[in-house]
């Protein structure tokens, strides 16, 4: 069965409380070679098909309407 | 002038939402064509909702000075003298246009804002309150809503630590697509360490803490002040991300830099982030302010001075400083994880001067920008005009008629969205960290103690805005007195107010009226009751496609327990076998009601009356009843009338790990069967007291002036109410085991959201 | 005895718990997370709250504090430590105490009075209960949802390291008394040696009638008898 791997993360330019957050940790542990972290989501989707294109459009309008927050996320995905 | 440069054109005045000859004004302040930067402040300061403009004149006529009051409206958050060493910092807020378009962070942003108005003050915040106002829970984008909203007041109190300790939250239609969000912050300050906003001492430096600047939320100061339409909620920059930890540190952070004195005055970056806090603070101290854009830490690259100056990013705050404290505030903020940015300092002239690479990019006074008194300052002296709706909004008693069943009416007023309980809501919510609620969610009031002091704050936050809709004044005025009266009903004695006034579109001269009627309800209110009003915010435009919210004016209460043996009451039944009493009068009214509502489906008048004499003798009998440790239990009589109050008076103590307790009740009476079982008759609560209590209580009433009436006995497993109408033997009405009314109460909202 | 509260960034119960020991009529300092020794008290406590917003996950930034190494030390020399709430949820990312933390089964934070059965009453912070006591004391979490396989569990009981059971007012425990999922209704255990007792509940506001409960108050009274025979 197709599996979709889902990364959501985000948008540019959007705080990242925990990214920033994990930075600084990070900074203080002694790793001085941290330039950015950013924390985001990533899901995992088995599903039923063989038509690609099929799959990824319908994997593109869950992400729209549910596994992202399309006001303050973006996602990327691939299709296995 | 810099290289973002941007040559005024006539449509980036009118993308600016300038109206009337607001820009002949600039034009004339300036003596010049204004900078683009110029032009953004001028535009994020005069929108409405850092203006004010078409409120401020009604605002002012509020009472705002008495004996309990420190500090009045102007300020981040009001102040009033708890008769202790510490004084009691509040303010409420809105948040709803945020919240409407991202309910969790646009709630969770709510909070962080209102902390930090009432910390910025010096004082440790020690409670927060909510008011909700939703579409009908039945929908699925109510109960997208619901879930987002709460779940963010959550997320932010929780993890500062701060209580959410009472609140409200209604579902009506007319709030479908613009929910409402209010949000009520307490804390306590030493009153000889209270911080001001305000910037003073040529040559200090002006520091930044907090958060980075982001591109969010750019022109939000205007996009509150815009209606919710498909194409705004594209506007996506517009959403801020909360960030609940920062807020602690900042929090902290603020608390130890005042307590060592090393604030000259400080103030959040809230709407208008950096633009509103420099000129305010400059405009309180008489001074101006040097603003080095280049030093403002920044989330992106390549944003310019204007995106800078306009950005809403949260948790920041600008402070300014004793030249050469620097290093001592540094110390402080680095002890919690923060930096000090010197970004600027206190200049002699008046102005905000900005500078980007050097150069300058703005140069503007700062009094006609923030003062509402100046000739050139924006003023929208509208005059209401009385609604068309209202010419036929009042229902003839005599056209309803009363449902036979009567018990089966109030099976589904128990059960109905506005009475049925809200636990699911409170219970989100850390309500006890501080360890200093006394009185928890589900009753009137909330009641925290001061410890080691004889003092306690009892609290709510109330409005019924189906009043405000069908009688602006009456709604006005029911507002304060409901918040009042649920406040004595825990034996407090009310000592000020802030509001939140929310509404529709001013530029409307029908909603202009519901705003003029109501805030003279409000001010006849709060000036009988004798509790000013400390500030508050306006929130305009609460509107959609399908038409305006109803006018709904949200009070938040606070009231004083003052008494060494710190005696309270809560609203559920104590004891077996205590009497049950009726304070006020029925009266035959059952407009505007929640049993119209629901039974009859109509949303019709009349308002009940508001007589301010009867409501001061139902407050006072109540405070020196319990005082005197007569009244037991004090529960205001409100959405669905009396057959309620009596149910919740039963079963709510479970609620605060207090047994259920029935009730056996006999009211002889001269009114229509459903007004006296249902009706919202004002100035009135069902009390209990032993039965050795019952003639030191009428003693009270009758020194108050106030009627009283014994109907029954607290006792057994069910719920029985029997009326006699005049001489008539009595008839059983309802009859119903508690458990089962409890089921109902427990499950009316909770099905829908689980 | 002289009880010392950790305090890391996002701390919220720090206040309170001081209030607790006071109330108990015993010495309390804060002492800051960055602190080099904890040498010089006699019991620690790891108060609740949203240590460094609970990002990436509750305790998981905390553990990492310099004042982790010396609470380490402390508790090896069998002191007794407690951690509360999110306190609980650092021990066990320290390896203090065995075991995960959950979401709870609800995915909503939740804050209301539970009620708790003592399992052991012979552990420092439990010999003033009788065994089976039902104490009534408050939640207020979203990650109390104590998880650990089918062998650490057989471990716990065989080492009587199971503290506190959600039950009902009755003592009755099952899946309805459970608020958040935890496995075996657990609510707090100890390390092997007892000294150390992680417990989601917060002891710290059921102090007085007024607040609701004073059934936090034999955790202190323990810890504080404990530590006069010790």
């Given at each position: 069965m197709p599996k979709a791997k889902i990364y959501v993360t985000f948008k540019d330019g959007v705080l990242d409380p925990q990214g920033t957050t994990v930075k600084r940790a990070l900074d203080k542990m002694g790793y001085k070679n941290i330039e950015e972290v950013m924390i985001g989501k990533y899901i995992e989707v088995q599903i039923k098909g063989t038509d690609k294109k099929q799959i990824e459009k319908e994997i593109d309008e869950i992400c729209d309407k549910l596994l992202a927050n399309p006001n303050i996320e973006k996602y990327t995905f691939k299709v296995e | 002038m810099?290289?973002?440069?941007?040559?005024?054109?006539?449509?980036?005045i009118a993308e600016h939402g300038f109206k009337d000859n607001e820009y002949e004004n600039i034009l004339k302040i300036m003596g010049r064509v204004p900078t683009y930067v110029e032009l953004g402040i001028f535009s994020a300061m005069w929108s409405e909702h850092c203006s004010y403009k078409h409120s401020k004149h009604l605002l002012k006529k509020f009472p705002t000075k008495g004996k309990y009051i420190l500090q009045g409206p102007g300020e981040n958050a009001g102040i009033v003298d708890s008769g202790t060493k510490m004084a009691v910092a509040f303010k409420i807020e809105s948040h709803n246009h945020p919240s409407a378009v991202e309910p969790f962070q646009g709630a969770a942003t709510g909070i962080g804002g209102i902390l930090r108005d009432v910390f910025t003050m010096g004082a440790r915040p020690i409670a927060c309150l909510d008011s909700l106002r939703f579409g009908n829970i039945k929908t699925k984008k109510t109960q997208h809503l619901f879930a987002g909203v709460v779940d963010g007041i959550g997320a932010y109190g929780n993890c500062v630590g701060i209580p959410t300790i009472a609140g409200e939250t209604i579902f009506e239609d007319v709030y479908e697509d613009n929910c409402l969000v209010n949000a009520m912050a307490i804390g306590l300050v030493d009153k000889n360490k209270i911080a001001k906003g305000i910037a003073k001492g040529v040559g200090n430096p002006v520091i930044?803490?907090?958060?980075?600047?982001?591109?969010?939320?750019?022109?939000?100061?205007?996009?509150?002040?815009?209606?919710?339409?498909?194409?705004?909620?594209?506007?996506?920059?517009?959403?801020?991300?909360?960030?609940?930890?920062?807020?602690?540190?900042?929090?902290?952070?603020?608390?130890?830099?005042?307590?060592?004195?090393?604030?000259?005055?400080?103030?959040?970056?809230?709407?208008?982030?950096?633009?509103?806090?420099s000129t305010e603070m400059s405009y309180r101290g008489g001074v101006g302010m040097e603003i080095d854009i280049d030093k403002v830490p920044k989330r992106e690259k390549g944003m310019n001075a204007y995106e800078v100056m306009l950005s809403e990013s949260q948790e920041r705050m600008l402070m300014v400083a004793t030249k050469g404290k620097e290093k001592a505030v540094e110390k402080v903020l680095t002890k919690w994880g923060l930096h000090a940015v010197v970004i600027g300092k206190v200049i002699k002239k008046q102005n905000v001067v900005i500078k980007e690479g050097g150069k300058i990019v703005a140069d503007m006074p700062v009094e006609p920008v923030t003062d509402s008194n100046h000739k050139l300052f924006p003023r929208k002296n509208q005059i209401g005009v009385k609604p068309k709706y209202l010419k036929d909004i009042n229902i003839k008693n005599a056209d309803i008629k009363t449902p036979e069943n009567l018990e089966a009416t109030f099976k589904t007023l128990v059960a109905s969205q506005n009475i049925a309980c809200k636990n699911m809501v409170w219970e989100e919510y850390d309500h006890m960290v501080q360890t200093n609620t006394i009185v928890l969610p589900g009753s009137d009031a909330a009641v925290i103690d001061m410890k080691g002091t004889d003092v306690m704050i009892a609290t709510s936050v109330d409005?019924?805005?189906?009043?405000?809709?069908?009688?602006?004044?009456?709604?006005?005025?029911?507002?304060?007195?409901e918040s009042a009266r649920n406040v004595a009903c825990s034996g407090a004695e009310p000592a000020a107010l802030t509001n939140?006034?929310?509404?529709?579109?001013?530029?409307?001269?029908e909603i202009f009226w519901q705003f003029e009627q109501s805030l003279a309800g409000m001010r006849l209110a709060a000036k009988a009751l004798k509790t000013p009003v400390t500030g508050g915010n306006v929130s305009f435009y609460n509107e959609s496609p399908s038409g305006p919210i109803y006018p709904t004016p949200v009070i938040g209460m606070i009231g004083f327990i003052k008494d060494k043996k710190k005696r309270y009451a809560t609203q559920f039944f104590k004891t077996a076998g205590d009497r049950i009493v009726l304070l006020g009068k029925n009266k035959d009214e059952i407009g505007a009601s929640e049993y119209l509502k629901v039974i009859h489906g109509l949303i019709k008048g009349p308002v009940p009356e508001i007589e301010m004499k009867e409501e001061i003798a139902l407050q006072k009998t109540l405070r020196e009843g319990i005082k005197k440790g007569i009244i037991k239990s004090a529960h205001d009589i409100s959405d669905g009338g009396l057959s309620i109050a009596l149910a919740e008076s039963c079963i709510s103590g479970k609620l605060h790990g207090k047994k259920i307790l029935g009730a056996y009740v006999e009211v002889r009476h001269a009114i229509r069967e459903d007004s006296l079982l249902?009706?919202?008759?004002?100035?009135?609560?069902?009390?209990?007291?032993?039965?050795?209590?019952?003639?030191?209580?009428?003693?009270?009433?009758?020194?108050?002036?106030?009627?009283?009436?014994?109907?029954?006995?607290?006792?057994?497993?069910?719920?029985?109410?029997?009326?006699?109408?005049?001489?008539?033997?009595?008839?059983e009405k309802i009859n119903m085991k508690l458990l089962e009314i409890e089921n109902l109460w427990m499950n009316g909202v909770k099905q829908y959201v689980g | 005895m002289k009880f010392g509260i950790i305090v890391f960034p996002g701390s919220n119960c720090d206040r309170d718990c001081l209030w607790a020991v006071e109330e108990m009529k015993q010495k309390g300092e804060f002492v800051w997370h960055d602190s080099k020794s904890v040498a010089n008290y006699d019991a620690l406590i790891?108060?609740?709250?949203?240590?460094?917003?609970?990002?990436?996950?509750?305790?998981?930034?905390?553990?990492?504090?310099?004042?982790?190494?010396?609470?380490?030390?402390?508790?090896?020399?069998?002191?007794p430590v407690i951690g509360i709430c999110n306190g609980f949820q650092i021990l066990l990312e320290a390896g203090l105490?065995?075991?995960?933390?959950?979401?709870?089964?609800?995915?909503?934070?939740?804050?209301?009075?539970?009620?708790l059965s003592v399992e052991n009453n012979t552990s420092p912070f439990t010999n003033k209960c009788e065994k089976g006591q039902i104490l009534r004391v408050p939640i207020a979490h979203k990650e109390g949802n104590y998880f650990c396989d089918d062998t650490l569990l057989e471990t716990l009981l065989a080492n009587k390291q199971v503290a506190f059971r959600y039950c009902d007012e009755k003592g009755k425990i099952n899946a309805e008394t459970n608020p958040n999922g935890a496995v075996y209704n657990i609510a707090g255990i100890t390390n092997k040696k007892g000294n150390v007792l992680g417990l989601m509940p917060h002891p710290e506001r059921a102090m007085k009638e007024t607040l609701g409960s004073t059934d936090g108050k034999i955790i202190f009274e323990s810890v504080i008898s404990y530590l006069k025979k010790r």
């Open positions: - | 810099g290289k973002y440069d941007i040559e005024i054109t006539k449509k980036i930044y803490i907090g958060s980075t600047t982001g591109r969010d939320g750019i022109h939000g100061a205007t996009f509150a002040s815009v209606e919710l339409t498909e194409a705004t909620k594209e506007k996506r920059s517009s959403v801020q991300v909360a960030d609940p930890f920062m807020e602690k540190l900042l929090l902290e952070a603020t608390l130890e830099l005042i307590e060592k004195k090393l604030v000259v005055g400080i103030q959040d970056m809230g709407a208008a982030g950096l633009t509103s806090s409005c019924n805005g189906r009043y405000t809709y069908l009688d602006p004044f009456r709604g006005g005025a029911i507002a304060v007195c939140c006034l929310n509404y529709g579109s001013p530029e409307n001269k249902f009706g919202e008759t004002q100035s009135r609560a069902i009390v209990s007291v032993s039965e050795d209590k019952l003639e030191a209580l009428k003693k009270i009433a009758d020194k108050h002036n106030l009627t009283i009436m014994e109907i029954g006995k607290v006792g057994g497993d069910s719920l029985i109410i029997k009326t006699a109408k005049e001489k008539m033997p009595y008839v | 790891l108060p609740g709250g949203f240590s460094y917003g609970d990002y990436l996950r509750s305790g998981a930034i905390a553990r990492f504090a310099r004042v982790m190494d010396s609470v380490k030390t402390f508790a090896d020399k069998g002191k105490l065995p075991g995960a933390m959950l979401t709870n089964k609800t995915l909503k934070f939740i804050c209301k009075y539970v009620n």
